[in-house]
């Protein structure tokens, strides 16, 4: 079975770091593109970052985490990362990583890729706080 968890979140001031990771069970990781998300309370879910299976023919951000966040892969460890720094209190939420069991070493459209409704497998999620 198809199973995505994420790495424990956790307190950290604002101006400060953490990093998520995203493992597989059940199926290899590297075949696949991976989403990053969170979702604040009362808010909606939306796209953080996203990269391609290979980790080279895409790495998309939204605005807001541009220049903060990265996101990387290590298909030999079968995990994917979100390197999060500079860390504000508008961070606060919780993060899920995601992928499309149908995109086995696809793409998905630009236009889409930091929408869920590109991604159908969702990990569990963990809670980040930033603290002001």
């Known amino acids: 079975q198809l199973q995505l968890v994420e790495s424990e979140g956790g307190l950290v001031q604002a101006g400060g770091s953490l990093r998520l990771s995203c493992t597989a069970s059940?199926?290899?990781?590297?075949?696949?593109?991976i989403g990053w998300f969170r979702q604040a309370p009362g808010k909606e879910r939306e796209g953080v970052a996203a990269i391609s299976s290979s980790g080279f023919s895409f790495l998309d951000y939204a605005d807001s985490v541009k220049g903060r966040f990265t996101v990387s892969r290590d298909n030999a460890k079968n995990t994917v990362y979100l390197q999060m720094n500079s860390l504000e209190p508008e961070d606060t939420a919780i993060y899920y990583c995601?992928?499309?069991?149908?995109?086995?070493?696809?793409?998905?459209?630009?236009?889409?890729?930091?929408?869920?409704?590109?991604?159908?497998?969702w990990g569990q999620g963990t809670q980040v706080t930033v603290s002001s």
């Open positions: 995601a992928t499309n069991k149908a995109l086995r070493r696809g793409v998905i459209s630009p236009s889409i890729r930091l929408s869920t409704r590109a991604y159908d497998s």
């Open positions: 059940g199926f290899s990781l590297a075949e696949y593109p």
